[in-house]
């Protein structure tokens, strides 16, 4: 038998099953993601919970008094919502399938290339669109956001994309740790970022310069410009787009640069 | 240890959990506490108590110095058993990651609580709030400066240890203060009074010392305050002492009634002499307290008074504990170990719910048992949920508790694929699907192959024999595309491995490789199967995997063996061309590994090329066509299983024989001649006629010995004389 025609022997998968391949691996990821209690319990009721929490009874009546304190405050609950899935939910499995040999495996299998990232990805995404949605509806219900319905529908689109950087450094995170001390790490970058950026409340002047050093300052500055509130813009648009857009390349390449070297 | 039972230890373990708890229902009390000037605590209740100011203040009178004591005698056993070097380590996971981790994490929290308290009890006009003390060192703590204090105590005492270890070299001195310790102990409320002193001696000097706080608490600065360093050092030093004394525990639970007795008394007396005002008031401290009935209570007195409460009822308690809580209680074991997480996050939930009912027009007897339950109940969840099972339980704890932890069944065996025999039609190609070409590859230094030449040829099974470390597993990456050699040619179905289109024809089940816990052999089949242009059935993948039985069971919850028959699903379901089995029936019993060699042989018969790497020779003899040992990355031998059972029919003979070694190594069917001094070993593939030759040759001959070389003897053999 020819060596040479063998491979060309080789069925290849038609379009459709490479579309399915992908559906395939995107509904396991959220299989696991479902039946991670760990995980799925914090990530999705946490915000919704710290927002009728502290936005809703603690922070009592100034919201009412001035409404773009209860869209800021709307707004940073709602990036930790949609940042979250992204961010442990990759960088928890992630970092565990690694150790697992998992990825090792796909690489043997005629897995499409990337369907396990466009997985990840997608996951980390509509899971961030999960954790959203009840804050938004609380939001609403209470009356906190006081905004014309197409600012609002704005204001989501921007809070559902900023979960991207979040997914990018979750990939980061997955791939510069191992195991279980992943989400460890996940939080120590991303829990200081949440109060440096103020985020959650005003920081002293002396600390206003190191904000931009945070994600999280330019998704809650890109979530100002689309909800209109100028009183909380601190950067111009296109600053804060390009930074977003910066910081996802920033992590993304670190990632990259992991997978080639360790697998 | 040999006098301090693990029993004693439940006991102690139950007090200290019972301390932290207690810190938590003491701070859900402050925001009703009656008299206190609003801005104190994050919240002023509308509804104040009396009673909960009492309980709060008795309280705090001693849970500190319970939990110090506690804490001195748990870290001499600690620093016995692990040593200076691994205390330190301990220590620094348990208590300076907490303390780092915990601030960085818990301040903003608490300042968010507080921030947004004080609006609600201001009205929104807050006042000029008072600012850190202006002075070297001011840290706000939080409640975490107990840790901190215990880092100071932990240094301190391992000095104190050393140095006394290099001055009481006769243990002399050691000797004294452990019979003093014990003497004390012995006698009921002496040792109450006699530790009250170091307390009240630290309380007097105080310049502005307000009664109800007993000992201040150092949380806003990082240089260590005298007062506590005496106060709580004293509860700290002397249960290093108890542990280091043989009857002090058993001293303790007999005469835990005195001295709880003799702690109430204190603690009362104090609330009567505070009845008018819970606090003295500013700028009058060191004033005689004027009593109800015109008696006085000096400064003095009340510090003294302090310190039998505090001692009283911290060696009452664990005096109590002792004497009833000595055996195991999962119970009580599961909130001991919550108890220092409950502790270390409770102050924001706590706090937020005080701000949260602060304002309800509802009785303080409603709403405090709300705030402690509500808190108690989020923490312990919070604990339950997401401390237990994960990093932070193992950080906190020293252990990590798998979630839904249950026994798995016994592997079931796999029902065996269709066994036809070999048609010559699927082994008339000999050409090779896959082959390693004159393949070195090394890591850091250390060769794992060495020139190795291996073919795959069409519908055969090639096993690949070595033991660990050989380099086994190196080849099996190489074909699959895992690693690239340094030298040599890889070829997998006919181009290089890397490329995507070889992989359709490919199955691997590797060795160390877990699939996700959370999906079932079934989802995980479906998965895979979906990468491959033509898969296998999946309940007919399942069936011949033999993994039907256990196919909807989270791969978690599935025995060793059995998620090693799920990967082989796995691994068969795109109906490969070429198939990588990594030790494959490693973990299975005998049945199950029957089962998967039936399957093994379906595929042969449908035309699969297969590569096993196994440890065990019966393997490769009940499947293989060819074998090939590896030793040290080196291909020691290869061939068909009859040439490899001819090398496994070789015997052992050794006799006394004054025959020449270089003669009888000449002897046909003689492979092997070695002298040990008068004795001679042989290794024959005859050794009938070998053995009748030597006794021909040498009637001298004495103490025969033939044995029969055994497989892993043969094996060895082959492997060592790589080596």
């Known amino acids: ?263 | 240890m040999s006098h301090h039972d693990h029993q004693r230890l439940h006991a102690l373990d139950a007090v200290r959990g019972f301390a932290l708890l207690l810190g938590v229902a003491f701070h859900a009390a402050l925001s009703f506490m009656p008299g206190w000037p609003p801005g104190l605590w994050a919240m002023q209740d509308n509804s104040p108590s009396a009673f909960l100011g009492g309980a709060a203040f008795v309280s705090h009178a001693f849970r500190m110095t319970l939990f110090f004591f506690i804490a001195g005698y748990f870290a001499r056993l600690l620093h016995g058993r692990l040593g200076t070097a691994g205390f330190w380590k301990n220590r620094a996971l348990r208590i300076g990651v907490p303390l780092v981790a915990g601030w960085v994490v818990l301040f903003p929290l608490i300042s968010a609580v507080w921030l947004a308290g004080l609006t609600k009890v201001f009205g929104g006009a807050l006042p000029e709030m008072p600012g850190m003390p202006k002075v070297a060192g001011a840290f706000p703590l939080t409640h975490l400066w107990f840790l901190y204090q215990l880092l100071q105590f932990y240094a301190l005492a391992l000095l104190l240890a050393g140095l006394v270890a290099r001055l009481d070299r006769g243990q002399a001195l050691r000797g004294l203060a452990d019979r003093a310790v014990a003497s004390v102990l012995r006698l009921p409320v002496v040792a109450v009074v006699v530790l009250a002193l170091p307390v009240a001696c630290a309380l007097l000097p105080l310049p502005n010392w307000f009664y109800w706080t007993g000992i201040p608490t150092p949380d806003q600065t990082l240089i260590p305050q005298v007062a506590p360093l005496v106060g709580y050092g004293t509860a700290f030093a002397t249960g290093w002492l108890v542990h280091r004394s043989a009857g002090a525990l058993p001293a303790l639970a007999r005469h835990w009634l005195p001295n709880l007795l003799a702690g109430a008394l204190a603690a009362a007396w104090m609330l009567a002499s505070m009845r008018t005002t819970p606090m003295a008031p500013d700028g009058v401290p060191a004033e005689p307290l004027v009593l109800f009935d015109g008696a006085v209570l000096t400064k003095s007195g009340f510090a003294l008074m302090h310190g039998i409460a505090a001692w009283g009822l911290a060696l009452g308690l664990t005096g109590a504990a002792l004497r009833w809580l000595d055996g195991y209680s999962p119970v009580r074991r599961y909130v001991a170990d919550a108890s220092y997480w409950i502790y270390l996050a409770h102050l924001p939930v706590v706090a937020a719910l005080q701000v949260w009912v602060g304002h309800w027009p509802l009785h303080w007897s409603l709403k405090y048992p709300f705030v402690l339950v509500a808190s108690l109940a989020v923490l312990f969840a919070s604990y339950h949920w997401l401390v237990r099972p994960t990093l932070i339980g193992q950080l906190l704890n020293g252990r990590r508790v798998r979630r839904g932890k249950g026994d798995s069944p016994r592997p079931e065996p796999p029902s065996p694929a269709p066994h036809p025999t070999r048609s010559s039609a699927t082994r008339d190609g000999a050409s090779p699907v896959a082959s390693l070409q004159g393949i070195t590859r090394s890591f850091g230094g250390v060769v794992a192959l060495d020139r190795v030449e291996l073919q795959l040829r069409h519908g055969e099974l090639l096993a690949l024999l070595g033991p660990n470390g050989a380099g086994k597993t190196t080849a099996i990456s190489l074909w699959l595309g895992l690693l690239e050699p340094d030298a040599g040619r890889v070829e997998l179905l006919g181009g290089p491995p890397q490329e995507t289109a070889r992989r359709q024809g490919l199955g691997a089940m590797m060795q160390d490789v877990e699939l996700p816990r959370e999906l079932t052999p079934r989802e995980l089949v479906r998965l895979a199967s979906s990468y491959y242009a033509d898969p296998l059935d999946l309940d007919e993948c399942l069936r011949r995997a033999g993994a039907t039985a256990f196919a909807d069971r989270a791969y978690g919850k599935l025995s060793g063996g059995q998620k090693r028959l799920a990967q082989f699903a796995v691994a068969i379901c795109g109906q490969p061309r070429v198939l990588f089995l990594d030790e494959p029936s490693v973990g299975l019993d005998v049945q199950a590994r029957e089962a998967l060699w039936a399957s093994i042989r379906g595929l042969l018969a449908t035309g699969c090329s297969i590569v096993l790497t196994t440890h065990y020779l019966e393997e490769a003899e009940a499947l293989a066509d060819r074998v090939a040992v590896i030793a040290k990355g080196r291909l020691v031998a290869s061939g068909s299983v009859d040439e490899m059972r001819a090398l496994v029919a070789r015997r052992q003979v050794s006799c006394e024989t004054r025959l020449d070694e270089a003669e009888v190594a000449a002897w046909p069917g003689v492979q092997e001649v070695r002298r040990e001094r008068n004795r001679l070993h042989l290794t024959a593939i005859d050794a009938e006629r070998v053995v009748r030759r030597l006794l021909d040759q040498d009637p001298a001959l004495s103490r025969l010995e033939v044995r029969e070389a055994g497989l892993n003897e043969a094996f060895n053999t082959l492997t060592k004389e790589a080596a």
């Open chain 1, 1 to 263: 038998m020819n060596i040479a025609l063998q491979a060309h022997q080789l069925p290849a998968p038609s379009p459709r099953r490479l579309l399915r391949a992908y559906a395939e691996e995107i509904r396991c990821e959220a299989l696991r993601m479902l039946r991670n209690p760990g995980l799925a319990v914090p990530v999705l009721l946490m915000p919704v919970a710290l927002y009728a929490l502290i936005a809703l009874v603690v922070a009592g009546e100034a919201p009412a008094e001035d409404p773009t304190v209860g869209v800021f405050l709307f707004a940073a609950f709602s990036v930790m919502a949609t940042s979250m899935p992204g961010l442990f939910g990759i960088g928890a499995s992630l970092a565990m399938e690694r150790e697992m040999g998992l990825l090792r495996l796909k690489r043997a299998q005629p897995a499409p290339a990337g369907a396990w990232l466009v997985a990840k990805i997608a996951c980390g995404l509509g899971f961030g669109v999960l954790a959203y949605v009840p804050v938004l509806v609380v939001a609403l219900l209470a009356g906190r956001l006081d905004l014309d319905a197409s600012r609002i529908v704005a204001l989501s689109l921007v809070l559902v994309a900023s979960a991207i950087p979040f997914c990018a450094m979750g990939l980061m995170i997955g791939t510069l740790f191992r195991g279980s001390a992943a989400p460890g790490y996940a939080n120590l970058v991303y829990l200081p970022g949440c109060y440096l950026s103020g985020m959650f409340f005003p920081l002293p002047g002396s600390l206003h310069w190191q904000v931009p050093v945070w994600p999280q300052f330019h998704v809650i500055q890109l979530a100002m410009h689309a909800a209109g509130v100028g009183t909380f813009q601190f950067e111009p648009l296109a600053m804060a787009i390009a930074s977003a857009i910066g910081f996802t390349m920033l992590f993304s390449a670190v990632a990259i640069w992991r997978l080639a070297r360790k697998g």
